[in-house]
């Protein structure tokens, strides 16, 4: 069964652009979580998809948005990047909601110039 | 707000010493405690869930335990491949959805 896949894997932008990431979940799997990843702040949680309907929300500006398809498939968008922003971004995805184990993709490595 | 503090920060081994984790929470109620391994440059490997006090999980060399207030990852006669970064986290009853909150992390090395 294959895992979490997400595209790009690494990306460099400037001060200013605006960033798209994608995450495929694990066949199967409906929600879709999305972490920031830094030395300082260690994983940070962004947001929750649940059957296309963002579900929860972590503590980051509105220039961090994201949707989900019908077919469980995410994205997130950084507009007006900011040198704070380079990170590492995971996506995550469970079966449903409650108490499941949320396996995580290999991450887009984000390096903002 | 959910809160987890992993200690120690990092950890050297040598091959076969065994040693522990600590993951200390504070929760308003825990639906679910979380161990994940990192590798450099990978995302997190998920390794065990514990849901209530008293539960232990194995895996090989890795062992879980739960109590209301902190889990210990056990790590007996740890291999070099055991060197990793081992992140812990919870899930709390306020927190809507599947919402991680992570502590900082404990990196292992265990030399040859």
Redesign the interface.
Known sequence: KAG?TQTPRYLIKTRGQQVTLSCSPISGHR?V?W?QQTPGQ????LF?Y?SETQ??K?NFPGRFSGRQFSNSRSEMNVSTLELGDSALY?C?S?LV???????????T?LTVL | EDQVTQSPEALRLQEGESSSLNCSYTVSGLRGLFWYRQDPGKGPEFLFTLYSAGEEKEKERLKATLTKKESFLHITAPKPEDSATYLCAVQGAEAAGNKLTFGGGTRVLVKP
């Open positions: 979490v929600s979580s972490y260690g994983l940070q949680f929750e649940f579900r929860n972590g995971l995550a469970s909601e409650g108490r499941n184990e949320q396996f995580f993709g290999p991450g490595r």
